[in-house]
């Protein structure tokens, strides 16, 4: 009549049930860590709408923060795991080998048949033990009326008792060679109310009463909770500390990348001769070196080819310089020919004429090409003055002794400042190109517009004189002036490419058309004046050129003039601005 | 200038054997006497030999260079000088001016167009009216064709005295440079306005009480220069 109670049998009680609740349990603790750690992944994911998704920052952050939830996570989930069972097993195998001691006690002081008191007796005793668990105790009396003893009636009756665990305890189990013992000792947690329960129950061998225990886990659960706090607590430190990390990594790895950035930048603004610092032996720092490799061949290259073209400029400046001497001594002899020629054999008279006439063409040429070469090696400059435009286009066309062929419709009064040796060019030009390829009537009309610049006029000429006036300076507005022919108009193919340089519309049109650098020439010459010349064709037939020039041009003259007046004098010009 | 109704005597520096031949054989054509030399150490040595009625003068000499051979005559002399530029560079116009030169031809030159410049220098020396007029300590003696201030005569050149004879003829009235250019220089309508600029930073230099600012050749904004009479 021993209790053959199953010694540390308790991992074969009802898995299913202990199983079930134990993981029940686990993912509630796990939720409330997860719940922690997931607070900052929202922030995050908040801000992240703020930021910018494509951010490397933000991407580092985000990457940093995620590995540290992972890690966090699963090592407190783990360390949660192995504590939470140490700690139950540990209380449960306390209390159950208490519990099968003090059975084993007091059921072996009792009768087979003992009384309802005698059983009371017996389970008051056993409650009374260290482990301060409530007592049930079920026997059959003398008069085999079934008598339930408990410690507490309202926690333990055999009601509360679970019925897998009372089949379980109730159940024969037949002996054998592998099983030496009729019944066991059977155990099970549940929950009543909010308290989790040790509930466990054992048959004493051999007809004696039945057992069942109820001890309550809640300062187990109390000190679990505590743990998942501060593994929560922890994980959140672990998240907050992996931003912080993350951010230093990005700062660390993002100034070189901001700065390699900048670099670049300023190289594709032109400045090649941007280094970076090289520091270290990392990929950004090869990366740099690499920068820094490009950018020095960059600066090479540009330089041979700048120097390139700086040397064939150079050749053509020199070139038409040296043309010049010899021109100079031609010109002056051919005059002398020219007055002789009518005196001359009339076999020689036309070489003579054709001397002097291609001596004068070369002349042109010549000039043409130094003007040309000016404008290419910026030292072109501004002479300003004030002149009356009307008076200027009539003592142009008056020169050239055009008046018969140009229809001239121009106010006097529009008093301008401008280069009046470039106007005369660039008129010349146009209104002798209307000439030569339009025919007359030639129209040329003068008149002024309020401020407002051509969109055309934003392309700007290489060379240092790239500003365009602005504000007070276009205050007068600008002068338009209008060449209009009756020709045939210039063929669309033509139009992009009539102030190109010795651009030929078709390769059969005679050589005389000039020098080839007429138009060119005039487009430089408004552009110095910080204006523009557009071509087109007038719907009515006939090519429409709109010169257009600031109405002063004065800011483009800078260090072309400057004040000599005192005091008292008031300003003056200087002519000593361009040197 | 001592021409006297004769051929006018010019002395021609320059360099080049080709240009000075052909210039030569062109201004004598035009009906001038011509000395010529080929540095301008020659020429300064021509000039005090020969005492010429105007210079033509080249800018790239061997040796001192064209500037340096204006102002050193410039130093002693007011005779006329014609610079002979390249103009490959305007910093080329703006110095010769400063240093002294009358007017400029572009090379390559036209025979006519040196011969009417020079004929042009050389008319302002001529008298035209006789008169004086007075501006503060500034007298202007038409008939002798001489400038005193306070007393002393000023060395003037003749474009300086002929600009300030213009601007004299029309006190307190601005002249635009385009007009002096007219006056003066003979110019057509598209002459260069710093030849009238650099004359009168010359002529301010030596007939203003403090050159800088000035109280007799004022400047006129927008349109050019007027002569006032000193309050």
């Known amino acids: 009549m021993t209790p053959r109670s199953p010694g540390d049998d308790g991992t074969s009680g009802t898995p299913a049930d202990g199983g079930a609740s134990d993981a029940r349990d686990t993912a509630g603790r796990e939720s409330t860590a997860a719940g922690s750690g997931r607070r900052p992944t929202r922030l995050l994911r908040r801000a992240a709408g703020l930021l910018r998704w494509t951010s490397l920052r933000l991407r580092l952050v985000v990457v940093f923060a995620l590995v540290a939830l992972t890690a966090a996570v699963s090592a407190s989930g783990i360390a949660y795991w192995l504590n939470r069972n140490t700690v139950l097993d540990r209380t449960q195998n306390a209390v159950l080998k208490d519990f ?24 008051r005793q056993m409650a009374a033990g260290p482990q301060n668990y409530t007592v049930l105790l079920i026997g059959l009396d003398r008069a085999g009326k079934e008598c339930a003893a408990t410690t507490n009636k309202d926690l333990l009756t055999l009601k509360s008792v679970p019925q897998s665990l009372r089949n379980a305890v109730d159940q024969v189990r037949p002996v054998d060679e592998s099983n030496h013992f009729a019944h066991h000792l059977y155990w099970q947690r549940k929950e009543v109310g909010d308290v989790p329960y040790l509930i466990a129950g054992a048959k004493v061998i051999g007809g004696g009463p039945t057992g069942y225990m109820l001890k309550s886990l809640a300062t187990e659960r109390q000190d679990l909770t505590s743990l998942a706090w501060s593994l929560g607590i922890a994980t959140a430190l672990a998240l907050v500390g992996s931003a912080l990390l993350a951010q230093a990594a990005a700062t660390t790895v993002l100034r070189p990348v901001q700065r390699l950035g900048y670099a670049a930048r300023q190289l594709g603004e032109g400045r090649l001769d941007t280094r970076l610092r090289v520091t270290g032996t990392d990929e950004l720092a090869d990366l740099s070196r690499t920068f820094n490799r490009t950018a020095e061949r960059l600066e090479q290259r540009v330089e041979e080819l700048s120097a390139r073209e700086a040397a064939s400029r150079r050749f053509v400046a020199d070139m038409s310089h040296e043309l010049r001497t010899p021109l100079t001594a031609i010109t002056a002899v051919s005059e002398v020919l020219e007055e002789e020629a009518d005196s001359l054999d009339p076999m020689i008279a036309p070489a003579v004429q054709l001397v002097v006439s291609e001596t004068r063409r070369l002349n042109d040429l010549v000039e043409n090409l130094m003007e040309v070469t000016r404008f290419d090696a910026g030292t072109a ?21 055009w008046l018969d062929a140009v229809d001239l419709d121009a106010d006097r009064g529009i008093v ?73 108009g210039i063929p669309d193919e033509v139009l992009p490419h ?66 000599d007046g005192g005091t008292s004098g008031g300003g003056g010009e200087g002519t000593g601005g361009e040197r | 200038m001592g021409q006297n109704g004769c051929v006018p005597f ?23 006497r011509v000395v010529t030399a080929a540095t301008g150490e020659d020429g300064l040595k021509l000039l005090r030999e020969q005492r010429p009625d105007l210079i033509v ?67 302002r020396g001529e008298r035209e009216s006789s008169d004086s007029a007075t501006f503060g300590s ?9 400038v005193t201030k306070n007393g002393e005569d000023l060395q003037l050149t003749p474009t300086e005295l002929r600009l300030l004879l213009e601007l004299s003829r029309r006190p307190g009235q601005a002249l635009s440079r385009q007009q002096l ?27 203003e009480d403090v050159p800088s600012s000035p109280t007799l050749i004022r400047t006129v904004r927008g349109v050019g220069y007027r002569l006032d009479t000193p309050q």
């Open chain 1, 100 to 123: 099968r001691k003090s059975l084993e006690d007091s059921t072996r002081s009792l009768p087979l048949r003992p009384r309802c008191s005698e059983l009371q007796d017996a389970a």
């Open chain 1, 381 to 401: 400059r501004l002479v300003l003055d004030d002149v009356d435009v009307a008076d200027q286009v009539t003592a142009c066309i008056d020169a050239r002794a």
């Open chain 1, 416 to 488: 301008s400042r401008l280069d009046p040796r470039r106007l005369d060019v660039i008129l010349a030009n146009l209104i002798g190109n209307a000439l030569k390829h339009g025919g007359s009537p030639v129209r040329v009309s003068v008149h002024t517009e309020p401020a407002e610049r051509p969109e055309a006029a934003e392309r700007t000429e290489a060379g240092e004189r790239t500003e365009l006036p602005e504000g007070p300076a276009d205050e007068g507005g600008r002068l338009v002036i209008r060449v209009r022919d009756h020709g045939p």
């Open chain 1, 498 to 563: 009539v102030f190109d340089r010795f651009y030929k519309a078709s390769a059969s049109r005679p050589r005389s058309e000039g020098s080839g650098l007429g138009l060119s020439i005039a487009l430089e010459n408004a552009h110095i004046h910080g204006g523009e010349i557009t071509a087109a064709n007038h719907p009515e037939g006939g090519a429409v050129f709109t010169l257009w020039l600031p109405m002063d041009a004065s800011r483009l003259a800078d260090g072309a003039e400057r004040a």
């Open chain 2, 10 to 32: 010019l002395l021609l520096i320059e360099d080049d054997d080709a240009i000075r031949t052909a210039l030569e054989l062109s201004l004598s054509r035009q009906g001038h």
């Open chain 2, 57 to 123: 003068l080249d800018v790239m000499l061997p040796g001192i260079d064209g500037f340096e051979v204006c102002r050193r005559i410039r130093r002693t002399d007011q005779l006329p000088i014609i610079l002979l530029t390249a103009r490959n560079d305007d910093i080329d116009v703006v110095v010769g001016l400063e240093s002294g030169a009358d007017d400029y031809v572009v090379k390559p030159v036209q025979g006519r167009v040196l011969d009417a410049r020079i004929r042009a220098v050389l008319r």
């Open chain 2, 138 to 146: 500034l007298v202007i003696d038409r008939s002798a064709m001489t």
């Open chain 2, 181 to 207: 250019l007219r006056l003066v220089w003979e110019h057509d309508y598209l002459g260069d306005s710093r030849l009238v600029d650099a004359c009168v930073q010359r002529l301010r230099a030596k007939v």
